[in-house]
């Protein structure tokens, strides 16, 4: 292996061997330089060595070089030839030579003579720092690895090896041959080995050798670094890399995603039997024997391996997740009994009964827990009866319950032999607070915990926004729960019918009130984040899939444990009522359990008026996000979102005949915005969330005040699903009518109808909603849908479009001639001149930029007159209709 060879360079230094011992030398003559004045009184003082730097060739012609020099306040000179230089060998000068060619022969000469060797951005980033020009031995290009140290394994090629380790050195990168925590990078060709194994158990980085040929082609970049995270995580080794992946016991669907996930990770799959094959992942609890006789070289695993060293981004080590064949210890147990003879001994006949009935108990899977003696219920104590393996809390779709997390339960006193319907109850509402507490304990422990750690292999696996996203207020919720778990545990302990239950609930009815409404608001949001972090990152998908195939979850994914606190209150609840409903009316806690389920109902009101209120806030934000250019005064506390309405407008009065025209009908206004032509750049969030760009453009926000009339136009055949709005803006003083056409089926035009009028009377205050509604027919208020998506209707919307930007262009008189010529002989006046020539002239030219802009454009003739002629109609129809 290459590993353990001794590489040596043509000027015969060791470049693995003695890499090490010569960094060490070198730190050892630096040490010297820098602390030779602390040994002035030594017996002989040391004689001065003057510094100078030699500029080779094209280094001496670079500005920025010479200037950096004389920053340093460093002398040097210029040369062509290294022959130039009769006293390169004097040894009162300490000569450093600049070259900015390190393939150039004078390089290899300056090699061969052990002369010091820097490059061009060494002596750049010195002066930006500051700092004195470093010593070094082995000649320096640039520092973009400086106090790196690297290791390398599984290259087999020498010259390459070779290669590689000059351009380190030539980066100001340290070599080690040995692998030791003193090391910094892995640069690996293979995925084998043991340096690979304790690199990836360190969380050591591994990248491939591209990364430092990459890092030398960005050489003269004088801030760049190598160990840059984005820059070094282009080139790091997949986790699957050399691996030939096989699956075997997983549905079609499963099997699907792994194969994908394989080869995104650097890997590849090959059907099962592959003699090429050399990882055969195994479902575990599907797979009881493998088809066949697995050959030595391949690796038999659990689909755990896969799943973790996606998560943590390296190939893990096998060994910890081999498939072995799973037999049951008690089930050879009974195997080897049954095989015994018919036992003389009643004793044996007993043990032989009791093995089976053990056997039959594990394998049986009735939902029904198995019924015990009635000698056993004798000696049941609190804590084993109050089991809650089999509460309809605890009940999953697959029939599991997650294990306890909790602390174990108090137990003392044994328990009569039977209970009242009341302490029945109770008994189930303790069983389902202790399963719910072991729960929220779960998604703490086995998913919000390791994802909050510190150190993770690999890297964060999701940022700490997307962390506080998804678990929100649960650990807040799980610190009230267990409290109330505590007490209803001792109260079932010293249980007496006077025992107040409704007590124990409203003592912490205000803590309910502060840990829920947060984390029921955002649940949906929860939810989204979770799916969208596991579709964008193998990495948290890996981490999923290992801890919900884990017993605690019950197979239950997150999104399922993280409803169970959306459905805990109405619940707790349901079991109040139960409980309150077989408790004697003298019995004190009745009128408790009352005030305990009242005080439940306000807990979930204002949840879902929180709630309510957080879905309206964020459709405010939606709509803001949407349009471009939306007023800041659309956001009101008092103002809510009522329908959404996808149209295309049927009139030139807001925007162009046939544009899309979307209306966002607000309890108080209505907001009017046009699809935009040009879709702008996507906003990215200071957390890395990219939000879709706008895709609406502004148009008017009107008051539904200024809706005079709602105009149900008569379905004909020239005219579908149209309507209009006649409007009075506060600057006008006639009507204007906007009509549209309805793109969409939901809702039907009678509904958006009739939802508009009633926020328009509730905004006017006026009670008959029904009399703003006028049926009209299509001719009255020429209005027509039937030519809206012909070719020649586009055609004439882009002629429409193309014209207004040809006369914007081509227009002189966009500052008004009045205002210039008020604002040219107030200027005159203050200067003491007569305005009359300067108005003569400004007259004229304006009358002439005029008469410029008056010229029609051929396609926009008949514009006036059409115009003219549609607000003649108008103003008679509306008149008419007042």
Not at 40 to 50: F, K, V
Not at 203 to 212: H, L, R
Not at 544 to 558: D, F, Y
Request: hydrophobic share 35%.
């Amino acid at each position: 292996m290459a590993d353990s060879s001794t590489l040596v360079s043509e000027t015969g230094r060791s470049l693995l061997a003695d890499s090490s011992a010569l960094d060490s030398k070198i730190i050892e003559t630096s040490k010297e330089n820098v602390f030779r004045a602390a040994v002035l009184d030594a017996e002989e003082e040391m004689p001065q060595i003057e510094t100078r730097v030699v500029l080779v060739q094209e280094a001496g012609k670079r500005e920025e070089l010479l200037k950096a020099l004389e920053e340093i306040k460093m002398p040097y000179i210029k040369t062509d030839t290294i022959e130039e230089l009769g006293d390169s060998d004097c040894p009162e000068f300490e000569t450093i030579f600049v070259v900015s060619d390190f393939q150039a022969p004078i390089f290899s000469n300056l090699c061969k003579a052990d002369c010091r060797v820097i490059g061009p951005p060494v002596v750049l980033h010195c002066a930006q720092k500051g700092e004195p020009l470093p010593f070094s031995c082995r000649p320096l290009y640039c520092a973009s690895m400086l106090n790196l140290v690297l290791c390398f394994t599984g290259f087999r090629k020498k010259d390459e090896l070779v290669k590689l380790v000059t351009l380190v050195h030539h980066m100001g990168g340290i070599i080690r041959r040995d692998f030791s925590s003193k090391v910094t990078h892995l640069v690996a060709n293979s995925t084998h080995g043991d340096k690979f194994r304790i690199a990836v158990s360190l969380g050591i980085p591994i990248v491939k050798a591209e990364w430092i040929y990459k890092a030398w082609e960005k050489r003269n970049e004088i801030d760049f670094s190598a160990a840059d995270d984005d820059f070094r995580n282009q080139f790091k080794v997949p986790p699957f890399q050399d691996c030939m992946l096989s699956f075997l016991g997983f549905s079609d669907d499963e099997k699907a995603n792994m194969e994908e996930m394989t080869e995104m990770q650097g890997g590849h799959y090959l059907p099962v039997g592959d003699e090429r094959c050399t990882h055969l992942v195994v479902e575990e609890s599907t797979v009881k024997d493998l088809p066949f006789e697995p050959l030595k070289k391949l690796y038999v695993v659990k689909q755990e391996w896969f799943w973790g060293s996606i998560q943590m981004d390296a190939r893990a080590g096998e060994s910890m997740y081999l498939f072995e064949k799973s037999e049951s210890p008690d089930f050879k147990k009974s195997v080897s009994l049954l095989s015994l003879s018919t036992p003389n001994s009643n004793r044996k006949r007993r043990r032989l009964k009791e093995t089976l009935a053990q056997l039959t108990r594990e394998t049986d899977m009735s939902p029904f827990p198995p019924r015990k003696r009635p000698s056993a219920e004798h000696s049941l104590s609190i804590g084993s009866l109050l089991d809650i393996s089999n509460t309809p809390e605890s009940s999953t779709a697959n029939g599991e319950t997650p294990k306890s997390c909790a602390r174990p339960s108090k137990n003392s006193t044994p328990l009569p032999l039977k209970q009242s319907a009341r302490w029945q109850v109770a008994k189930e509402l303790y069983q389902t607070e202790s399963n719910y507490v072991d729960i929220l304990t779960t998604i703490i422990q086995l998913f919000q915990v390791p994802l909050e750690k510190e150190g993770q292999l690999g890297g964060p696996i999701l940022a700490q926004e997307e962390i506080k996203t998804i678990f929100g207020s649960i650990p807040d919720i799980l610190d009230v729960h267990t409290k109330i778990k505590e007490d209803l545990e001792d109260l079932m302990i010293n249980w007496t019918e006077s025992k107040s239950i409704g007590d124990i609930i409203l003592k912490y009815s205000k803590d309910l009130l502060k840990t829920y409404p947060p984390f029921v608001n955002f649940f949906e949001m929860s939810k989204e984040t979770i799916t969208r972090c596991e579709k964008q990152k193998p990495r948290f998908h890996a981490f999923l899939k290992i801890n919900q195939a884990k017993p605690e979850c019950g197979r239950q994914s997150l999104a399922e444990l993280l409803i169970r606190p959306v459905q805990r209150l109405p619940s707790v609840a349901l079991l109040l009522n139960d409980i309150k409903k077989h408790t004697a009316e003298e019995n004190p806690d009745k009128i408790t359990l009352e005030r305990a389920i009242e005080s439940l109902k306000e807990v979930m009101t204002h949840i879902n008026e929180d709630k309510r209120k957080t879905e309206a806030q964020r459709q405010f934000f939606d709509v803001v996000y949407e349009v471009d250019g939306c007023p800041a005064n659309l956001l009101s506390s008092h103002r809510s979102l009522v329908q959404r309405l996808e149209t295309v407008a049927l009139g030139d009065d807001l925007c162009d005949r046939g544009e899309q025209v979307t209306l966002f009908l607000f309890n108080d206004c209505l907001e009017i915005a046009r699809k935009r032509h040009k879709v702008i750049g996507a906003f990215k969030s200071p957390h890395g969330h990219t939000r879709p760009p706008a895709s609406l453009k502004h148009v008017v926000l009107m008051p539904l005040s200024q809706i005079k009339k709602v105009l149900d136009i008569r379905e004909t055949e020239d005219c579908q699903k149209a309507f209009a709005l006649v409007v009075r803006p506060p600057t006008e003083l006639n009507n204007k009518l906007l009509s549209f056409q309805m793109t969409t089926e939901d809702p039907c035009k009678e509904d958006w109808l009739k939802m508009l009028c009633r926020q328009v009377a509730n905004t006017i205050c006026k009670a008959d909603a029904e009399n703003l509604i006028y049926v009209a027919d299509p001719d009255s208020v020429e209005v027509n849908t039937k030519d809206m998506d012909s070719t020649l209707s586009r055609a004439s919307r882009a002629i429409k479009k193309t014209s207004k930007k040809v006369t914007r262009a081509f227009s002189f008189s966009k500052t008004p001639k009045r205002a210039l010529r008020r604002a040219l002989m107030s200027h005159s006046a203050t200067e003491g001149r007569s305005p009359s020539s300067t108005e003569s002239y400004i007259g004229s030219r304006l009358t002439s930029t005029s008469s410029l802009a008056g010229v029609p454009s051929p396609s926009l003739v008949s514009l006036p007159s059409i115009f003219e002629r549609r607000s003649h109609t108008l103003s008679r129809s509306t008149t008419h209709l007042v």
